[in-house]
């Protein structure tokens, strides 16, 4: 039985306040299968305190909750709520949260498809601009997302971090003269990079443990990164490395629709690149694609599909679009 997002938020508050040290949260599995994890309810105070701070919340600031409850990025915006008496509004999940509200809010936590949404309803853009502190977190913001958002009056981050983490550990502007590429820690948070140019995080408040991650970033001096893509998304064709997230990022303002790249076995590259997308598979398509992408980063195959995997919380679901991929792309022989 599916609850009421109210009766979800009053069966958190009711775990919350439970005897038990812990709260139960589940992983995206938008790289992998999706597990529960235990935190403890003191690191997810820290995390709520750290964003607290950072934004100056205080008692009675009103705060959107329109996120799945099932995942840390649900919980912890109740959590900052019970942290700082702010007066939460929540609102069943959805692609058009902004819809049905009709105050405006100090603070709201979205993932890139709400945001992308609204933009496109007049009513709900405005909303959207009222907003004092707005983070975007769950999912890349692709360019042309984070161009139209550039020019907005309110403070508009890009977050970073995972479950692991109990939401972010870092911030971007995407917004006004401060806007950045590049993600700035949080306080008592340390990033470093491995030999193999992947993230390492120390952040003690909030993690039991320095977390090694698969996010391939670029670490400048001051701390500050910017992320390339992950590890496990490297497809290799022919002996060169292809970053998934940088193909699609070329690709995303060309393509009406969703899409995802991905790959299937090639017995002479090793890994041939496929393109699926909801948008049908033209010639023009494919003329536009040459003209993008370099020869090594075009498609060997490019499939139509009438939806695209996304985990829970709307991130690609890379184990089965690879699946998919495999099933609907034409098998290389040569």
């Not at 992320?227 to 064709?237: A, M, P, Y």
């Not at 041939?272 to 993008?292: D, P, S, W």
Request: charged share 20%; net charge neutral.
């Amino acid at each position: 039985m599916i609850h009421s997002i109210q009766q979800q938020v009053a069966d958190f508050i009711k775990d919350w306040h439970s005897d038990s040290p812990t709260i139960c949260v589940q992983t995206s599995g938008s790289t992998g299968t999706p597990k529960k994890m235990d935190v403890k309810k003191t690191r997810m105070l820290e995390s709520a305190k750290i964003t607290c701070q950072f934004f100056g919340l205080k008692k009675n600031d009103k705060a959107l909750l329109c996120l799945p409850l099932q995942y840390i990025a649900g919980k912890m915006v109740v959590v900052r709520a019970l942290y700082a008496g702010l007066d939460l509004y929540s609102v069943e999940p959805c692609g058009h949260p902004l819809a049905d509200v009709d105050m405006d809010f100090d603070f709201a936590a979205m993932i890139p498809l709400q945001v992308y949404n609204s933009l496109q309803i007049p009513e709900e853009r405005q909303r959207l601009a009222a907003i004092k502190y707005l983070i975007i977190g769950g999912g890349a913001i692709d360019e042309t997302l984070e161009h139209e958002l550039s020019g907005f009056p309110n403070a508009i981050y890009s977050t970073y971090g995972m479950t692991e983490t109990l939401s972010h550990i870092a911030l971007r502007r995407i917004s006004g003269s401060a806007a950045s590429l590049y993600y700035t820690p949080l306080s008592n948070v340390r990033v470093s990079l491995s030999q193999e140019s992947t993230l390492i995080i120390d952040a003690p408040l909030v993690a039991n443990e320095t977390l090694f991650t698969n996010d391939i970033a670029a670490l400048r001096c001051d701390g500050t990164f910017r992320i390339l893509g992950r590890k496990d998304n490297v497809i290799n064709s022919g002996g060169i490395k292809i970053q998934i997230e940088e193909v699609e990022r070329i690709l995303r303002p060309h393509i009406t629709g969703n899409f995802a790249i991905s790959h299937i076995p090639h017995p002479k590259l090793g890994e041939a690149i496929v393109l699926l997308t909801e948008e049908a598979a033209t010639i023009e398509l494919k003329n536009k694609i040459r003209h993008l992408l370099p020869r090594y980063q075009e498609p060997l195959h490019i499939c139509f599909v009438e939806a695209i995997p996304l985990t829970g919380n709307g991130k690609p679901d890379r184990k089965a679009i690879k699946k998919l991929a495999e099933q609907v792309c034409p098998a290389s022989t040569h």
